[in-house]
């Protein structure tokens, strides 16, 4: 069965700094999806990027960009530059594209955004 | 991009009562739609996967008798929670995947806050 870890449940970050969330999770198949899910106090849940287990490159949108390394099936999530609004739980997640299409997702990484 | 509604946005009901909640796929076709719990400050737990024109699939531990799951049309999924308790107080969401071509995206709904009294 997949599983996905988020080890840091909850941190704070000066506006402007850079912050690195991580994940790792642990599959045996070849073909996924990862992400990064945002979920403000609204609790409206917004994908921040996504992963194809097949590119080697790393994805970037903005200033939300992922060091995926697939040999140690981890997927850290770098937000530079960030921003008061940034503040919000980060949910790491994983697809495997089957019959069923399901989300793992991990416990999540409260952060925070001081100012 | 794809937009995923829900109704109510917040319910409050008594305990023994039943709760049906709406998830809407507005300007796309969902095949697929999918029901998530979320306790506060807790992840989400996957509930049940929704098929159109099928057959709900629950996950392990989940009530199907319970949480009912009607997929009637491409655009619709309905979960209504029967005999609610307050146990069943929790944020309900639902999200809605494009289907072929699209599998790998879920557009998810603003969630449904449950209060069971």
């Known amino acids: 069965a997949q599983t996905v870890t988020q080890s840091q449940p909850e941190m704070s970050v000066q506006e402007a700094e850079t912050v690195t969330l991580s994940c790792t999770y642990d599959?045996?198949?070849?073909?996924?999806?990862l992400f990064w899910y945002k979920q403000p106090p609204s609790r409206q849940m917004i994908l921040v990027i996504r992963?194809?287990?097949?590119?080697?490159q790393n994805a970037t949108e903005n200033r939300f960009s992922v060091n995926f390394q697939k040999a140690a099936k981890s997927f850290s999530l770098k937000i530079s530059d960030s921003q008061l609004g940034d503040t919000a739980m980060y949910f790491c997640?994983?697809?495997?594209?089957?019959?069923?299409?399901?989300?793992?997702f991990g416990k999540g990484t409260r952060l925070h955004i001081l100012p | 991009g794809a937009v995923v509604s829900q109704h109510p946005s917040w319910v409050i009901c008594k305990s023994g009562t039943s709760v049906k909640i709406e998830c809407r796929s507005l300007?796309?076709?969902?095949?697929?739609m999918f029901w998530y719990r979320q306790f506060p400050k807790q992840s989400l737990m996957l509930m049940a996967t929704?098929?159109?024109?099928?057959?709900?699939?629950?996950e392990q531990g989940v009530e199907k008798d319970k949480f009912l799951i009607n997929h009637a049309s491409l655009t619709l999924s309905t979960l209504t929670v029967t005999s609610a308790h307050p146990e069943d107080s929790s944020f309900y969401i639902c999200?809605?995947?494009?289907?072929?071509?699209?599998?790998?995206?879920?557009?998810f709904g603003p969630g449904t806050r449950l209060l069971v009294l």
């Open positions: 999200s809605a995947d494009e289907g072929t071509g699209g599998r790998e995206t879920q557009y």
């Open positions: 599959t045996s198949e070849n073909n996924y999806y």
């Open positions: 992963q194809e287990a097949y590119k080697q």
């Open positions: 997640a994983f697809m495997m594209l089957t019959r069923d299409d399901k989300i793992i």
């Open positions: 300007d796309f076709q969902a095949t697929t």
């Open positions: 929704s098929n159109e024109g099928s057959k709900a699939t629950y």
